[in-house]
Each structure stands twice: as C-alpha cells, then as structure tokens.
C-alpha cells in the first residue's frame, strides 16, 4: 500500500526560496512523488510514497522548528497517485488573493470532528462549503451551502454578496484538509464576523475518524490526486476524472451518448474543439494501444500538474 500524506502549515518562511531544492532532494531520494507548495506565509501539499518514504520526508520537514508540529493527514493507495515529484514556489499557499488576511496571526476557531456533527445541528449555524462547485457536487455535509465558485480565489466576493455579519452571527465552514477553511476563516473575521468555526482536519479527518452511522456527510470527497475521491474510512471512491474538463464523472455519468473514454463527457462535449478532440482521440489510442502491448504509456495517467493543489 502507498501511503498518501496531506499537509499545510500556516507559518511565515521569509527564505522559502531556499528551501526549495534541499526539500526536492529529500523526496526524491527517498521516492516520494506528489506535490508540495512553498510560499512565504507557509507550506501546502499532498505527497505519496513508502510508509519509510513518507517518514523520512517529515522527519526532514520537522527538524526546521517552524515545522516542528506539523501536522499531517493519511489516507492510503493501491499505486502512487502521482507521477512525479514537484516543489514549487507560489505567492500563497492557497490563493485567495487577499495579501492582508494572515492564519498564522488570526483564525477562526478549531472544530474536532467529535464535535463538528452538533456543530452543524445548530439552527444558529451558517454551514459554509469552502471548495469548488466540481467538488462539491459530488459530497457534502447535510445542509452545508454551496458558494458555487469555481476557484478560491472567487470566496471574498461570494463573502460580500452572501453574507452579513450582523445577519449571520455564526458561521462554520470546512474543505477537503483544512487549509482553505482556515484562510477564509481568517479573512471572515476580518470582515468582521464574530463567532467563525472551522473543521480542523477537514473532511479527510472527519471521514477517517467519523463512523459512518453516525455521520452527517453525504456522498464521496474530491481530492486533488490519481484518485479522485474518497469515501468513509478514506476508501478509495467510485469517481474518474475526464481528460477533457476535469470534472469527476460517476460510473452511472458513463452511459451517456456524450462519453466517450479519455475524449469528453456530458459535461463538456458540445463545447469541446475539433482540435481538442482530435488530440485526445490521439492520446486515448495511444494509450490503448500501449494496453495492448503491455507497455505504458504517460498519458494514461493524469499529469498532477493538471490538478490543482487545494486541500
């Protein structure tokens, strides 16, 4: 088994440029794949490997005291979900696109997810889904409104157009690790709003530490690797990927007259160029062909580079 690790920390990194090619060479050698963001307010990422790999990785990440308690998430795959090993330098970690809001100096506060179910049974409680509408059509908790954005960058204005601190006197959000919950909830209190809560973990760790008859998610969870989603217990989910739109298709989405393998769906076959379709026409025959002779080919699985790095 491949053992999938999320992480993120909040943390001022003033020489986050240098850290870049030591933490490459760490990974590498010990073949971890996946990718992991550097900015200056912090790091964010998903990596995959050997239980030894991904050890060593953190152990190399927490002798920077800023990484001492650095936390993680665990889930687990049949093979690497990731092609390859990226390091990469950003402006934010996750981009919402306000420079002003800082986690690591002010947040909202935590919610285990022991407590999160009466959280959200709390007629007072505005329940905000942080993630992409893509992600949130395929999951979510019972009664969690959908901001219907298509990156996180769009939240502020979703914030401004619907909702009012003096209306909505609690709001508690969450995502898929945690990580965008907890810059928005930054941000949200700087709107002022009053009382704001967050899942700590995100829905990873509500799903990993939440039996299933007692939980209050519906649905499989979107994450950013080969996998596409999970389930209760962090299972892998039933969902694909089209090549075409990246949006996740169930197994009941594929009878549809507009699937067609590796070329588009339902969602994105009347928009689709002829130029587009020929190229993924091409790579899909490629692909079959390179089945054919037990071969591999690269197009047969996603470049992650294609799949953004939002936990």
Same mark, same amino acid.
């Given at each position: 088994?491949?053992?999938? %690790?999320?992480?993120?920390?909040?943390?001022?990194?003033?020489?986050?440029?240098?850290?870049?090619?030591?933490? *490459?060479?760490?990974? &590498?050698?010990?073949?971890?794949?996946?990718?992991?963001?550097?900015?200056?307010?912090?790091?964010?990422?998903?990596?995959?490997?050997?239980?030894?790999?991904?050890? =060593?990785?953190?152990?190399?990440? +927490?002798?920077?005291?800023?990484? %001492?308690?650095?936390?993680?998430?665990?889930?687990?795959?049949?093979?690497?979900? /990731?092609?390859?090993?990226?390091?990469?330098?950003?402006?934010?970690?996750?981009?919402?696109?306000?420079?002003?809001?800082?986690?690591?100096?002010?947040?909202?506060?935590?919610?285990?997810?022991?407590?999160? &179910?009466?959280?959200?049974?709390?007629?007072?409680?505005?329940?905000?889904?942080?993630?992409?509408?893509?992600?949130?059509?395929?999951?979510?908790?019972? !009664?969690?409104? &959908?901001?219907?954005?298509? =990156? $996180? =960058?769009? $939240?502020?204005? /979703?914030?401004?157009?619907?909702?009012?601190?003096?209306?909505?006197?609690?709001?508690?959000? /969450?995502?898929?690790?945690?990580?965008?919950?907890? +810059?928005?909830?930054? /941000?949200?209190?700087?709107?002022?709003?009053?009382?704001?809560?967050?899942? +700590? !973990?995100?829905?990873?760790?509500?799903?990993? *530490?939440?039996? +299933?008859?007692?939980?209050?998610?519906?649905?499989?969870?979107?994450?950013?690797?080969?996998?596409?989603?999970?389930?209760?217990?962090?299972?892998?989910?039933?969902?694909?990927?089209?090549?075409?739109?990246?949006?996740?298709?169930?197994?009941?989405?594929?009878?549809?007259?507009?699937?067609?393998?590796?070329?588009?769906?339902?969602?994105?076959?009347?928009?689709?160029?002829?130029?587009?379709? %020929? =190229?993924?026409?091409?790579?899909?025959?490629?692909?079959?062909?390179?089945?054919?002779?037990?071969? $591999?080919?690269?197009?047969?699985?996603?470049?992650?580079?294609?799949?953004?790095?939002? &936990?």
């Amino acid at each position: 088994m491949i053992v999938v %690790a999320a992480l993120y920390k909040f943390v001022r990194l003033e020489d986050f440029k240098s850290l870049r090619e030591l933490l *490459a060479k760490v990974c &590498n050698a010990n073949g971890v794949k996946g990718t992991l963001l550097l900015a200056i307010e912090g790091i964010n990422g998903t990596i995959a490997g050997s239980r030894d790999g991904i050890d =060593s990785v953190l152990r190399h990440l +927490k002798q920077d005291p800023r990484f %001492a308690d650095l936390e993680h998430k665990e889930s687990f795959a049949q093979a690497n979900p /990731f092609y390859r090993m990226k390091v990469r330098l950003k402006k934010e970690i996750v981009t919402l696109g306000v420079p002003s809001v800082d986690p690591s100096q002010v947040v909202g506060t935590y919610v285990d997810p022991a407590q999160w &179910n009466e959280l959200l049974q709390d007629p007072e409680v505005c329940v905000i889904d942080t993630r992409n509408d893509y992600e949130v059509k395929i999951g979510t908790f019972v !009664g969690a409104q &959908n901001p219907d954005t298509q =990156s $996180f =960058s769009e $939240f502020p204005a /979703f914030v401004a157009k619907s909702l009012d601190p003096k209306k909505h006197k609690k709001v508690a959000m /969450f995502c898929t690790g945690g990580i965008r919950c907890e +810059k928005a909830s930054s /941000f949200m209190l700087q709107q002022g709003f009053q009382e704001v809560y967050h899942l +700590k !973990g995100g829905i990873l760790k509500y799903l990993e *530490a939440t039996p +299933k008859e007692e939980s209050l998610w519906q649905g499989d969870c979107f994450v950013f690797d080969q996998r596409v989603s999970v389930k209760h217990g962090l299972q892998e989910g039933d969902y694909d990927l089209c090549h075409s739109c990246r949006e996740p298709i169930a197994e009941s989405e594929k009878s549809s007259p507009f699937y067609e393998k590796g070329i588009s769906c339902s969602l994105c076959y009347e928009t689709l160029t002829p130029e587009k379709r %020929a =190229s993924s026409t091409e790579r899909q025959r490629q692909i079959d062909l390179a089945k054919v002779r037990n071969t $591999f080919h690269l197009g047969s699985r996603l470049e992650v580079s294609a799949i953004p790095v939002e &936990n």
